[in-house]
């Protein structure tokens, strides 16, 4: 069974910082691995995709990087924001899988 | 374009009572699901649908019911509520289950149990 495990659960740094976010899951056969940003109160955003085939992908300030032989996904954050301010949802999707299993998320604080 | 919504935003339901919730998308999306979002537990799959007129068991199905019959929306039902259900609900589209393709959420439906 598929299992995903987001370190740390809240992480609090200064506006200008970059940060790692970090991913890890147990069984390396996936089909994708995804990030998700959630505000309070809000549904899910898309942020990045990575499919099994690739290593990484960049949207902006935003890099998410996928190592399927050690389980693993980072998601770095360059210059930090206070609007980055959320929670970060890590999920894969296993190989003739038709859901996504989710990690229980990083909730991020940027400090102005 | 209004990406996907979810009707009711919030609800509160007393033990045995029953109560839809509604799904709709404008993105002419084949595939539709329904998640629970827990404390401590995250985001797992209720139903999901592969197309209109179907519909397929998840993770967490127990409970609910789910109904397709137009393409543009997907129904939750509660039959008779338990505090169990307490819970915030999202539903997602997506174009298909393709690698490349991500799932869209709506807002989320949060619903409490008494």
């Known amino acids: 069974k598929q299992e995903v495990t987001q370190i740390p659960a809240a992480l609090s740094v200064p506006e200008g910082e970059n940060l790692v976010l970090n991913c890890s899951f147990t069984?390396?056969?996936?089909?994708?691995l995804q990030w998700f940003r959630q505000d309070p109160g809000k549904g899910l955003t898309s942020l990045l995709l990575?499919?099994?085939?690739?290593r990484e992908q960049t949207s902006g300030r935003l890099n998410a990087s996928l190592d399927k032989s050690s389980g693993r996904s980072t998601l770095y954050i360059a210059a930090s924001q206070p609007g980055d301010s959320a929670t970060y949802l890590c999920?894969?999707?296993?190989?003739?899988?038709?859901?996504?299993?989710f990690g229980q998320g990083t909730r991020l604080t940027i400090n102005p | 374009n209004a990406g996907v919504t979810q009707t009711p935003k919030f609800r509160v339901l007393k033990t045995g009572q029953s109560m839809t919730l509604l799904c709709a998308q404008d993105?002419?999306?084949?595939?539709m699901y329904w998640y629970r979002q827990d404390p401590g537990m995250g985001l797992r799959l209720i139903h999901y649908?592969?197309?209109?007129?179907?519909?397929a068991k998840g993770e967490v199905p127990d409970g609910y019911n789910v109904s397709r019959l137009k393409k543009q929306n997907f129904l939750l039902g509660l039959e008779s509520a338990a505090p169990s259900q307490t819970s915030v609900y999202f539903c997602a589209s997506s174009y298909s289950f393709s690698k490349a393709d991500t799932q869209y959420f709506g807002p989320g439906t949060r619903l409490t149990v008494l």
């Open positions: 993105m002419n999306h084949e595939y």
């Open positions: 069984d390396s056969a996936i089909y994708n």
């Open positions: 649908s592969v197309g209109e007129g179907t519909t």
């Open positions: 999920a894969v999707r296993g190989q003739g899988a038709q859901k996504l299993v």
């Open positions: 990575i499919q099994s085939s690739q």
